[in-house]
């Protein structure tokens, strides 16, 4: 059911491979092949097909199908077609391969377009509150089934113009349309969340386009790319609601958010322009002896064209690998890189109070201990890392391998809490071929990473006030503001291991021709102990079976069995304020 | 609040497949395909002794009983997937092929998170290639 009609002509071009022993490469003359396929799916659902199907069309009812796949040559060009529908339009496949001039000559088109449903959360769950505090919902577009088409256009082109250069030039188009969920909030009075209809017709076009150099000992080339998103579909827009007081219901409070229903109609779910262009230049020498020195450089710079700020990432790396004696291999690498995201100046939205106790007041007014509100953003992607490795590699003898290795890495920050984060890790693996029956691989892994990434001071806010205030009024000088609180936090939270341990383990055992079984057991061991309120730990064990057998030459078997285990801990954190 | 708890998931995954050469022009085939999945929050106790002792009103106005318990469920996943197909491809003549097969999904969603997946669904597939 869950198949498309590309397995079923997959499947019967497999029968006719093997019977026919027709092979496209290996045609020597003018030569047409192909299957034709016409067939029809009956289908019947109950119950929600999101999970089940989430990238299948299954629909309810019948549709026809129908595909066809020609391959053949005619001395000067080869080709490969393939086309194939599935009774609707969200599930189709086209492809074609050209080939001509000796194989200097390649080109390749494919288009496939296909159904992802998507999530509609009802938002049923919401509705709770004490008193004028609530918590509510309002969904728009009620029971309605969300879901998008994505189409995947892809062209490659390939000339080689001298034995010795190439060129090559592809096209990768990306389009998402459809209607998915699109949810907003307002705040205060009380937390109010708002689903409607988004439409998308999104698009997103990569250019690509290089040069290759092939001269001996020595290759080289160079790719230039660009790549633009665009969202073609309308931004939605919300009237959010007034903000008053929670309790009160007086319309006091709008110096504590930046917009409300004065604003009128304000965008949302808003999809930015985005475009990124990337220069790759890589470059490789065989030296004498089984030796290769290998390096690339990569400069790209992306920018959100709506906001007007963007990304830049420079860095490169070498590799070097030589022998060591005639059984050992040695590599070195090293690799460099930058990432620095724009800072944007937030220049906060101040409102005045219209009435009440701060009437006329701006927040900031009213509690200057909150200031300064006007800030940069500083991104914790903006990073520049230094990546250091060496290996051997050792082959003792024909039925057996060792590798061993250690890898640094330095992590250095500007603009966040964990100036540098460095990790030294130690790697080894086995492979050994007791007999001719029995295949056995092991590999060890573990890290040391000091001070990893982590949101300092990020949760746990003191005990700063015991008692309710006088009244419950949130106005007075002894009552306490949510930034109060916000700057008093202590614990510092990361998910990010000081230590990893991993190891795994695999053994093949293939006494004939007709069964082989296999077993993979993979453990995981992560954890953070340096963190000041708490303790966070990942630990995995994954294990698993593989089994075939042919009893018979008219009989073939597969089976396997995989089984994971995850188990998290961390710390649950909940601000606790009564009003 | 702060308090020290854990997140478990726990998925298997299995698969058999059966292919029968019945006679020279057919090929019988079975397959099964079985995964589940499970997860929870674990060891989640929100302990009010830690938060304002000695105060007239609870902590906040809040039930720690009730948080601690509704709160632990949040996350809790459950997911049982079966798809099996039985399939025939029949060569009835050197150029042409038909095949066919019969497949039933079913999904059961018993702890729903945001709203309920569970579904089925029985389909059946006829084809003829022709084969040139």
């Known amino acids: 059911m869950s198949m498309r009609l590309f397995a079923n002509v997959t499947l019967g071009l497999v029968l006719v491979a093997a019977l026919s022993g027709s092979v496209l490469a290996q045609a020597p003359q003018s030569k047409t092949e192909g299957v034709a396929t016409v067939g029809a799916t009956v289908g019947s ?40 529908h599935g009774g609707d339009n969200r599930d189709q496949k086209y492809g074609l391969n050209l080939a001509s001039a000796g194989g200097r000559f390649k080109a390749a088109l494919t288009f496939d377009r296909f159904l992802h449903r998507l999530d509609h959360d009802p938002l049923d769950y919401m509705d709770a509150g004490v008193g004028n505090f609530v918590v509510r919902a309002t969904d728009h577009d009620p029971g309605t089934d969300y879901s998008r088409a994505v189409g995947l256009l892809t062209t490659d082109v390939r000339f080689a113009a001298t034995k010795n250069v190439e060129f090559f030039v592809s096209h990768k188009m990306t389009l998402r349309d459809g209607v998915h969920q699109g949810l907003t909030m307002s705040h205060c009075a009380n937390c109010h969340v708002e689903s409607f209809a988004r439409k998308m017709d999104e698009r997103t076009n990569t250019l690509a386009a290089g040069a290759r150099l092939n001269a001996g000992r020595f290759t080289m080339d160079y790719t230039f790319e660009n790549r633009t998103l665009t969202e073609n579909g309308a931004t939605p827009t919300n009237t959010y609601d007034n903000a008053i007081h929670p309790v009160t219901l007086l319309d006091v409070f709008v110096s504590r958010v930046q917009y409300d229903d004065a604003n009128g109609e304000l965008p949302f779910d808003l999809v930015p322009k985005q475009t990124k262009q990337t220069s790759t230049l890589r470059a490789a020498y065989a030296l004498p002896g089984d030796g290769a020195v290998s390096g690339n450089f990569t400069h790209s710079a992306s920018e959100n064209k709506h906001a007007g700020f963007g990304s830049d990432f420079t860095g490169g790396h070498a590799r070097v690998t030589f022998p060591l004696g005639t059984k050992a291999y040695v590599t070195g ?7 620095d995201t724009e800072s944007v100046f937030v220049d906060v939205v101040e409102q005045t109070a219209p009435a009440g106790p701060a009437a006329g007041l701006t927040y900031a007014q009213q509690y200057p201990a909150m200031l300064p509100l006007d800030y940069y953003t500083e991104s914790a992607l903006s990073r520049s890392p230094t990546e250091m490795a060496l290996e051997l590699a ?30 030294n890790t130690f790697k080894a693996s086995a492979h050994y071929r007791p007999g001719k029956t029995v295949n056995l691989r092991a590999r ?21 006030q015991t008692v309710p205030t006088p009244g419950g009024l949130p106005f007075g000088p002894q009552s306490l503001q949510y930034f109060e609180m916000y ?8 998910s990010v291991p ?23 057991y993979r453990y995981r061991d992560q954890k953070n102990d340096e963190l000041n309120y708490s303790t966070w730990g990942h630990a995995m064990h994954l294990p698993g079976v593989d089994v075939w057998a042919a009893p018979s030459p008219r009989f073939t078997m597969a089976a396997g069995w995989g089984y994971q285990k995850d188990t998290l801990d961390t710390v649950f954190s909940t601000l606790n304020f009564g009003g | 609040m702060l308090d020290q708890a854990g997140y478990k998931g726990e998925t298997q995954n299995a698969f058999l497949n059966l292919q029968f050469l019945a006679g020279a022009r057919t090929e019988v085939f079975a397959t099964t395909m079985y995964n589940s999945g499970k997860a929870t929050i674990r060891d989640f106790v929100y302990d009010a002794s830690n938060i304002i002792p000695g105060t007239a009103l609870p902590a906040g106005a809040l039930d720690f009983t009730l948080m601690s318990s509704s709160f632990a469920g949040f996350s809790d996943l459950n997911y049982r997937t079966i798809v099996q197909t039985f399939g025939v491809n029949f060569r009835a003549t050197n150029n042409v092929l038909i095949n066919s097969s019969l497949s039933f999904g079913d999904l059961n969603d018993t702890q729903p998170y945001l709203y309920n997946t569970t579904g089925s669904r029985v389909g059946f597939y006829a084809g003829l290639n022709w084969i040139f």
């Open chain 1, 45 to 84: 659902n109950d119950g929600s097909q999101n999970r089940l199907n989430e990238y299948e069309v299954a629909k309810d009812g019948t549709l026809p199908s129908f595909g066809a796949q020609v391959w053949g040559n005619n001395q000067s060009f080869t080709f490969d077609l393939l086309a194939s």
């Open chain 1, 333 to 339: 690498f090293f690799r460099k890189y930058a990432i």
């Open chain 1, 394 to 423: 050792f082959r003792p003898g024909k039925r057996s391998s060792i590798n061993v290795g250690y890898e640094y890495e330095e992590v250095s920050r500007e603009t966040f809490h964990v100036e540098k984060t460095t990790t």
């Open chain 1, 444 to 464: 060890y892994q573990q890290a040391m990473t000091s001070d990893p990434f982590a949101n300092i001071n990020a949760a746990k806010p003191a005990i700063l």
């Open chain 1, 487 to 494: 700057n008093s936090r202590m614990a510092n939270l990361s």
């Open chain 1, 498 to 520: 000081t230590d990893t341990l991993f190891v795994e383990g695999t053994a093949t055992w293939s006494p004939s021709q007709q069964f082989s079984v296999s077993g993979h």
